[in-house]
C-alpha cells in the first residue's frame, strides 16, 4: 500500500509535468491582435489624484487630461488654449485671447470666466504653489468678454509664460469639477480640454484613457491608451515580452524600472523600437558649502572631486552610453545656458595639485590627506531606490580614495535625502535639474530658497551677490540684461564648484515597431500621445 | 466556552490599545518632521517653513503628542479612524479594498498549503526514509530556501511569457491567483508539511496505533485516527499562518502588481501617512488576536482534554 501511494505522487507530478509541456501550440495570439491599435502603458505607481492644482498625481496623466494657455515648445512659447497674446508696456497686464469653440470634457465651454475661476482657485491654496514664482506675484485675474481675460501681476515677471506653460498648477478644470467652488480639496471630476478623457480608474491597478473625439485639434490617432501599474521592473520587462503591455517610458526616477539591459533585449526582439530625446536633465552632486566644519566648504576640494570624477567611463559602464556626461549644470540646449565655461574634464593629478596647494597633505602615500588635523573625509547620500545612484556612489567612492579623499555612502529613502537637503544636513547628496521647460529659471530660483539650495550655495564667498543676481533676473524686462544675469550667475557656481555635474538624462520610450509619430515634449514627465499614430498595414 | 471567548475578547481591547501606543510612539522617534514627509508624500515641490506650519495646524500635528494620541483614541471608539494624511480620503476607502484583495490572496494561499502540506507530511510519514520521502524533502528546501521574488521571476517567465497560459501580474480572472498563490503556497508549505510529518510519524509510534493494529483494525481506519490526531498539534500553526501571510505579502504583491495591504502598508509607512499606518496595525492585531482564538476553539473541539480546561 506504501509503494502504491508513492506510485500515486509521482503519478501527479509526472502528468502535471506533461500538461506543462503541451497545450503551448494552441495558445491563441488574439491578445497582441487585439491590442495593436491601442497602447497599454506600464506604469510603476497609480496615477493617483488627478487633480491638477495640487501635486499627488502622475504628471503624464495630468498632460493628456488639461491643458495651459500655452505651450512651451523647442521654438519657444507657442499658443495653445490662448490663441495670441499682448503684454503691457509696464510688463504688468498679460492679455490672453482664447481660442474659441473649445469645451471641456463634460460639455461646460471652457471661455474666460472659466479662466479666472480656475486661476482664482490655484492662487487660494498659494502656499502649495511657493515653488512657481508666479503663485507670488499675481494680482488679480478679469475677464475682459466672453473670449478674452487679463492677468495682473505686482511687478513685471518675465517667466510668466513659461510658468504658465507648465502641466501644473495653471491649467485648466471644468468649473462644474469644483467641490464649493474651490480646487484644494478635491474635485467631483477630472474634466480637462485636452486630448484624452480619463473614463476609468482601478486606484492602484489601472487607468484608461480614450481619445477626445471632439478635441479642438483634431481626434488624437491611437483611440484608447491603458495605463497599467507594474511596481517591480522584472514583472514589467516579462509583460511586455508577452505583450500584455505594449510602452514604457522613463519617469524622474528613471526607466518605471527598466533598465537599459531590459530595454537593449526588448529591441533585439523585434517588436520594439527604443526611441531617445534630446539630453533633458542634468544629474549632479549638491555640494553643501555652507557646512564650515566639513571639506566640503572649501572649494579646492570640490573642484578637486570634480576633477577626479571619470564622468565618460561613468556615462559608458553605469549608462550604457544613454545618458551623456554632463560638463556644465545645464546643457548648453537649455535657455540662457549656452554661455562660456571653463571646461574641467577629467584630470586626477590636477585635482592632487589642486588639493597639496589648499593644504590638504597625505602623510603616507595612498593615505587619507589631512589639513590641520582634520580629515579629508565627506559623507555622500545617494537614494537607496536608486540602483544607478548606488554604482555611480560606489564607482566615486574608488576613484576619490586614488586621491586622497575618504568617500562614506549612505543610502536612505528619498524623502530623508529631501529633509537632509532642506536642514543643510549633508556634504554631497545626488540630485538632478527640473527639465527643460523649468531650466534655467526654476532651478537657478531653487538656489535661494532654504527647502532647496539654500545650503549648497550659501557658503560661497559670492553668495549675496548671487542672491541678487538671481532677484534681478527674474524680474528684468530685457532680454540683453536677463542673458548678462544669467551668464553670471551660471559662471559663479561653475566657478564655485558647488554644482558637479554627472551624466544628461532624457526620456526613452519603449513602444510597439508599427508606433509612428513619437516626439517629445520640453520635459521628461509628460509625451505628446496624441501625435502618436500606428502604421497601416 | 463562552466565558472564555468573552474573557479573550475582553484581553484583546487592552491589547489593542497598547499595539496601537507602540505605533504611535515608534512613530514620534523619527528624525524626520512628519508634515514635512506628508508634503513630500504630496509631492508638493517646494515646501516653506510657512507651509510645514499650515499644514501642522491642519493636520492636528501641533497639539501635544498625548492629546493626540487620545483624539485619535476617542474618534477611534466611534468607529472613525480619519482621513489619509496624503490623499485626503477616508482610511477605511484606501483600507478596505486593499484589505480584501490581500484577504484572497490569503484564504486561496492558506487552503493551497493545507491540502499541500497534510498530504506531503502524510505521504512523507508514511514513506519516512525512503526515497519519495528524501526526493520531496530535498525539493521543497531548494524551493522553500529560494527567495519568493526570483521564484516568482522564474515561474511568471516560464508560465506566463514562455507557455503563455496565464498572465504575468494583475487582478484580472481566476487565472491571475494561480501564480502569486503558488509562490506563497511553495514558500509556507516547504516548512509546514515538516511539521505535519514529524507530527505523524511521531503519532505513528504511539501505543494506540500498535494496540489497533494488534487488534486487526484496518490499516485506514488507523489512519484517520493518526491523521485527525497529528493535525491537533498543527492547527493553531495553520491558524496562524492566516494572519503571518496577511502581514507578509510584500514582495509577492509587489511583483505580481497586486493591489494589496502590502503594498499600501509600505507607501504608508514611507510617507508617514499615520492614519493609514495607525489602521492597518489595528487590523493585523485583530487579525492575530481572532485566529488565535479561533485556533484555541479549533483544538478544544479536536481534544476533549483541551475542552475541560477552557
Given at each position: 500500500m506504501k509503494k502504491a501511494q508513492a506510485g500515486w505522487l509521482w503519478g501527479a507530478i509526472v502528468s502535471?509535468?506533461?500538461?506543462?509541456?503541451?497545450?503551448?501550440?494552441?495558445?491563441?495570439?488574439?491578445?497582441?491582435?487585439?491590442?495593436?491599435?491601442?497602447?497599454?502603458?506600464?506604469?510603476?505607481?497609480?496615477?493617483?489624484?488627478?487633480?491638477?492644482?495640487?501635486?499627488?498625481?502622475?504628471?503624464?496623466?495630468?498632460?493628456?487630461?488639461?491643458?495651459?494657455?500655452?505651450?512651451?515648445?523647442?521654438?519657444?512659447?507657442?499658443?495653445?488654449?490662448?490663441?495670441?497674446?499682448?503684454?503691457?508696456?509696464?510688463?504688468?497686464?498679460?492679455?490672453?485671447?482664447?481660442?474659441?469653440?473649445?469645451?471641456?470634457?463634460?460639455?461646460?465651454?471652457?471661455?474666460?470666466?472659466?479662466?479666472?475661476?480656475?486661476?482664482?482657485?490655484?492662487?487660494?491654496?498659494?502656499?502649495?504653489?511657493?515653488?512657481?514664482?508666479?503663485?507670488?506675484?499675481?494680482?488679480?485675474?478679469?475677464?475682459?468678454?466672453?473670449?478674452?481675460?487679463?492677468?495682473?501681476?505686482?511687478?513685471?515677471?518675465?517667466?510668466?509664460?513659461?510658468?504658465?506653460?507648465?502641466?501644473?498648477?495653471?491649467?485648466?478644470?471644468?468649473?462644474?469639477?469644483?467641490?464649493?467652488?474651490?480646487?484644494?480639496?478635491?474635485l467631483n471630476g477630472y474634466s480637462g480640454t485636452g486630448p484624452y478623457k480619463l473614463v476609468e480608474h482601478k486606484a492602484e491597478q489601472s487607468a484608461v484613457f480614450e481619445a477626445n473625439e471632439q478635441y479642438w485639434g483634431g481626434a488624437p490617432a491611437v483611440k484608447k491608451i491603458t495605463a497599467k501599474v507594474l511596481p517591480a521592473g522584472e514583472t514589467t520587462y516579462l509583460a511586455l515580452q508577452k505583450g500584455e503591455v505594449n510602452f514604457a517610458f522613463t519617469d524622474d526616477r528613471g526607466a518605471n524600472n527598466l533598465d537599459v539591459e531590459a530595454m537593449n533585449q526588448l529591441e533585439q526582439s523585434g517588436k520594439y523600437q527604443i526611441v531617445r530625446s534630446q539630453p533633458m536633465n542634468t544629474n549632479f552632486l549638491a555640494a553643501n558649502s555652507s557646512k564650515k566644519e566639513s571639506p566640503v566648504h572649501d572649494r579646492a576640494v570640490r573642484?578637486?572631486?570634480?576633477?577626479?570624477?571619470?564622468?565618460?567611463?561613468?556615462?559608458?559602464?553605469?549608462?550604457?552610453?544613454?545618458?551623456?556626461?554632463?560638463?556644465?549644470?545645464?546643457?548648453?540646449?537649455?535657455?540662457?545656458?549656452?554661455?562660456?565655461?571653463?571646461?574641467?574634464?577629467?584630470?586626477?593629478?590636477?585635482?592632487?595639485?589642486?588639493?597639496?596647494?589648499?593644504?590638504?597633505?597625505?602623510?603616507?602615500?595612498?593615505?587619507?590627506?589631512?589639513?590641520?588635523?582634520?580629515?579629508?573625509?565627506?559623507?555622500?547620500y545617494y537614494d537607496v531606490n536608486s540602483s544607478a545612484q548606488k554604482t555611480e556612489a560606489e564607482w566615486m567612492q574608488d576613484q576619490l580614495k586614488g586621491i586622497g579623499i575618504q568617500l562614506d555612502l549612505i543610502g536612505e529613502e528619498s524623502s530623508s535625502i529631501a529633509s537632509r537637503r532642506s536642514s543643510g544636513d549633508y556634504d554631497l547628496l545626488f540630485n538632478q535639474t527640473w527639465g527643460l521647460a523649468y531650466d534655467p529659471q526654476s532651478t537657478i530660483a531653487a538656489f535661494t530658497s532654504k527647502s532647496s539650495y539654500y545650503y549648497t550655495t550659501s557658503g560661497i564667498a559670492q553668495a549675496e551677490e548671487l542672491y541678487k543676481k538671481i532677484n534681478d533676473v527674474m524680474v528684468s524686462t530685457e532680454e540683453q540684461a536677463r542673458k548678462s544675469l544669467y551668464r553670471d550667475i551660471l559662471n559663479i557656481v561653475h566657478e564655485e564648484a558647488v554644482f558637479i555635474p554627472l551624466t544628461n538624462g532624457s526620456v526613452t520610450i519603449v513602444a510597439p515597431k508599427a508606433l509612428q509619430g513619437i516626439s517629445f515634449k520640453q520635459t521628461q514627465y509628460e509625451l505628446p500621445f496624441e501625435r502618436m499614430s500606428f502604421a497601416t498595414k | 466556552?463562552?466565558?472564555?471567548?468573552?474573557?479573550?475578547?475582553?484581553?484583546?481591547?487592552?491589547?489593542?490599545?497598547?499595539?496601537?501606543?507602540?505605533?504611535?510612539?515608534?512613530?514620534?522617534?523619527?528624525?524626520?518632521?512628519?508634515?514635512?514627509?506628508?508634503?513630500?508624500?504630496?509631492?508638493?515641490?517646494?515646501?516653506?517653513?510657512?507651509?510645514?506650519?499650515?499644514?501642522?495646524?491642519?493636520?492636528?500635528?501641533?497639539?501635544?503628542?498625548?492629546?493626540?494620541?487620545?483624539?485619535?483614541?476617542?474618534?477611534?471608539?466611534?468607529?472613525?479612524?480619519?482621513?489619509?494624511?496624503?490623499?485626503?480620503?477616508?482610511?477605511?476607502?484606501?483600507?478596505?479594498?486593499?484589505?480584501?484583495?490581500?484577504?484572497?490572496?490569503?484564504?486561496?494561499?492558506?487552503?493551497?498549503?493545507?491540502?499541500?502540506?497534510?498530504?506531503?507530511?502524510?505521504?512523507?510519514?508514511?514513506?519516512?526514509?525512503?526515497?519519495?520521502?528524501?526526493?520531496?524533502?530535498?525539493?521543497?528546501?531548494?524551493?522553500?530556501?529560494?527567495?519568493?521574488?526570483?521564484?516568482?521571476?522564474?515561474?511568471?517567465?516560464?508560465?506566463?511569457?514562455?507557455?503563455?497560459?496565464?498572465?504575468?501580474?494583475?487582478?484580472?480572472?481566476?487565472?491571475?491567483?494561480?501564480?502569486?498563490?503558488?509562490?506563497?503556497?511553495?514558500?509556507?508549505a516547504g516548512i509546514y508539511f515538516r511539521m505535519v510529518r514529524s507530527a505523524v510519524l511521531g503519532n505513528l509510534h504511539e501505543e494506540y496505533v500498535r494496540y489497533s493494529r494488534a487488534c486487526g483494525l484496518p490499516e485506514r481506519k488507523i489512519m484517520l485516527h493518526v491523521i485527525r490526531n497529528s493535525l491537533q498539534v498543527t492547527t493553531a500553526v495553520f491558524c496562524m499562518a492566516i494572519p503571518v501571510i496577511l502581514g507578509g505579502t510584500v514582495v509577492v504583491e509587489n511583483v505580481f502588481a497586486w493591489p494589496g495591504l502590502g503594498t499600501l502598508s509600505v507607501k504608508a509607512i514611507m510617507s508617514r501617512d499615520f492614519p493609514l499606518i495607525q489602521a492597518y496595525v489595528l487590523v493585523l492585531a485583530v487579525a492575530f488576536i481572532l485566529f488565535n482564538t479561533v485556533s484555541d476553539v479549533l483544538q478544544a473541539a479536536l481534544n476533549p482534554k483541551l475542552r475541560e480546561e477552557l
Amino acid at each position: 500500500m506504501k509503494k502504491a501511494q508513492a506510485g500515486w505522487l509521482w503519478g501527479a507530478i509526472v502528468s502535471l509535468l506533461v500538461l506543462a509541456g503541451c497545450g503551448n501550440e494552441n495558445a491563441a495570439p488574439s491578445e497582441p491582435e487585439k491590442q495593436a491599435r491601442e497602447l497599454v502603458m506600464a506604469v510603476s505607481k497609480d496615477i493617483k489624484d488627478m487633480n491638477p492644482h495640487l501635486y499627488t498625481g502622475s504628471m503624464f496623466a495630468q498632460g493628456m487630461l488639461y491643458e495651459s494657455l500655452v505651450e512651451n515648445t523647442e521654438a519657444g512659447i507657442k499658443p495653445l488654449l490662448a490663441e495670441s497674446w499682448e503684454i503691457s508696456g509696464d510688463g504688468k497686464v498679460y492679455t490672453f485671447h482664447l481660442r474659441k469653440n473649445v469645451t471641456f470634457h463634460d460639455g461646460a465651454p471652457f471661455n474666460a470666466d472659466a479662466v479666472k475661476k480656475n486661476i482664482e482657485a490655484v492662487q487660494h491654496n498659494a502656499a502649495k504653489h511657493s515653488w512657481i514664482k508666479l503663485s507670488t506675484k499675481i494680482a488679480s485675474c478679469n475677464v475682459v468678454d466672453e473670449h478674452t481675460v487679463e492677468l495682473v501681476l505686482t511687478e513685471p515677471y518675465y517667466p510668466t509664460l513659461v510658468e504658465l506653460s507648465m502641466t501644473r498648477p495653471y491649467v485648466f478644470v471644468s468649473p462644474k469639477n469644483f467641490i464649493e467652488g474651490e480646487t484644494k480639496d478635491g474635485l467631483n471630476g477630472y474634466s480637462g480640454t485636452g486630448p484624452y478623457k480619463l473614463v476609468e480608474h482601478k486606484a492602484e491597478q489601472s487607468a484608461v484613457f480614450e481619445a477626445n473625439e471632439q478635441y479642438w485639434g483634431g481626434a488624437p490617432a491611437v483611440k484608447k491608451i491603458t495605463a497599467k501599474v507594474l511596481p517591480a521592473g522584472e514583472t514589467t520587462y516579462l509583460a511586455l515580452q508577452k505583450g500584455e503591455v505594449n510602452f514604457a517610458f522613463t519617469d524622474d526616477r528613471g526607466a518605471n524600472n527598466l533598465d537599459v539591459e531590459a530595454m537593449n533585449q526588448l529591441e533585439q526582439s523585434g517588436k520594439y523600437q527604443i526611441v531617445r530625446s534630446q539630453p533633458m536633465n542634468t544629474n549632479f552632486l549638491a555640494a553643501n558649502s555652507s557646512k564650515k566644519e566639513s571639506p566640503v566648504h572649501d572649494r579646492a576640494v570640490r573642484e578637486a572631486l570634480w576633477y577626479a570624477m571619470d564622468r565618460e567611463l561613468i556615462s559608458k559602464q553605469i549608462f550604457a552610453g544613454t545618458e551623456p556626461p554632463a560638463d556644465t549644470l545645464f546643457s548648453s540646449n537649455v535657455n540662457y545656458a549656452n554661455v562660456e565655461l571653463k571646461q574641467r574634464e577629467y584630470a586626477p593629478e590636477k585635482a592632487k595639485q589642486l588639493l597639496e596647494e589648499a593644504g590638504w597633505l597625505a602623510e603616507q602615500a595612498g593615505g587619507v590627506r589631512k589639513k590641520n588635523g582634520a580629515v579629508l573625509a565627506m559623507k555622500l547620500y545617494y537614494d537607496v531606490n536608486s540602483s544607478a545612484q548606488k554604482t555611480e556612489a560606489e564607482w566615486m567612492q574608488d576613484q576619490l580614495k586614488g586621491i586622497g579623499i575618504q568617500l562614506d555612502l549612505i543610502g536612505e529613502e528619498s524623502s530623508s535625502i529631501a529633509s537632509r537637503r532642506s536642514s543643510g544636513d549633508y556634504d554631497l547628496l545626488f540630485n538632478q535639474t527640473w527639465g527643460l521647460a523649468y531650466d534655467p529659471q526654476s532651478t537657478i530660483a531653487a538656489f535661494t530658497s532654504k527647502s532647496s539650495y539654500y545650503y549648497t550655495t550659501s557658503g560661497i564667498a559670492q553668495a549675496e551677490e548671487l542672491y541678487k543676481k538671481i532677484n534681478d533676473v527674474m524680474v528684468s524686462t530685457e532680454e540683453q540684461a536677463r542673458k548678462s544675469l544669467y551668464r553670471d550667475i551660471l559662471n559663479i557656481v561653475h566657478e564655485e564648484a558647488v554644482f558637479i555635474p554627472l551624466t544628461n538624462g532624457s526620456v526613452t520610450i519603449v513602444a510597439p515597431k508599427a508606433l509612428q509619430g513619437i516626439s517629445f515634449k520640453q520635459t521628461q514627465y509628460e509625451l505628446p500621445f496624441e501625435r502618436m499614430s500606428f502604421a497601416t498595414k | 466556552m463562552g466565558r472564555y471567548l468573552l474573557k479573550r475578547l475582553l484581553i484583546s481591547i487592552p491589547l489593542l490599545v497598547l499595539v496601537s501606543f507602540c505605533t504611535f510612539c515608534l512613530m514620534q522617534f523619527s528624525p524626520l518632521d512628519p508634515a514635512e514627509v506628508v508634503l513630500q508624500a504630496q509631492g508638493v515641490p517646494q515646501i516653506t517653513p510657512e507651509l510645514v506650519a499650515q499644514t501642522k495646524a491642519e493636520l492636528g500635528m501641533d497639539k501635544p503628542f498625548i492629546v493626540r494620541y487620545l483624539d485619535w483614541l476617542l474618534s477611534c471608539l466611534q468607529l472613525d479612524f480619519g482621513h489619509s494624511y496624503v490623499t485626503g480620503k477616508s482610511v477605511w476607502s484606501l483600507l478596505g479594498p486593499a484589505f480584501v484583495n490581500t484577504l484572497k490572496l490569503t484564504l486561496v494561499s492558506v487552503a493551497a498549503i493545507l491540502v499541500l502540506s497534510v498530504a506531503l507530511g502524510v505521504i512523507c510519514a508514511l514513506q519516512a526514509g525512503k526515497r519519495t520521502d528524501q526526493a520531496v524533502r530535498a525539493v521543497s528546501f531548494l524551493l522553500a530556501s529560494l527567495p519568493p521574488y526570483l521564484l516568482a521571476a522564474i515561474l511568471v517567465w516560464y508560465f506566463a511569457v514562455k507557455l503563455d497560459w496565464l498572465p504575468t501580474s494583475g487582478m484580472d480572472s481566476y487565472k491571475s491567483y494561480l501564480l502569486p498563490v503558488a509562490v506563497t503556497t511553495i514558500g509556507y508549505a516547504g516548512i509546514y508539511f515538516r511539521m505535519v510529518r514529524s507530527a505523524v510519524l511521531g503519532n505513528l509510534h504511539e501505543e494506540y496505533v500498535r494496540y489497533s493494529r494488534a487488534c486487526g483494525l484496518p490499516e485506514r481506519k488507523i489512519m484517520l485516527h493518526v491523521i485527525r490526531n497529528s493535525l491537533q498539534v498543527t492547527t493553531a500553526v495553520f491558524c496562524m499562518a492566516i494572519p503571518v501571510i496577511l502581514g507578509g505579502t510584500v514582495v509577492v504583491e509587489n511583483v505580481f502588481a497586486w493591489p494589496g495591504l502590502g503594498t499600501l502598508s509600505v507607501k504608508a509607512i514611507m510617507s508617514r501617512d499615520f492614519p493609514l499606518i495607525q489602521a492597518y496595525v489595528l487590523v493585523l492585531a485583530v487579525a492575530f488576536i481572532l485566529f488565535n482564538t479561533v485556533s484555541d476553539v479549533l483544538q478544544a473541539a479536536l481534544n476533549p482534554k483541551l475542552r475541560e480546561e477552557l
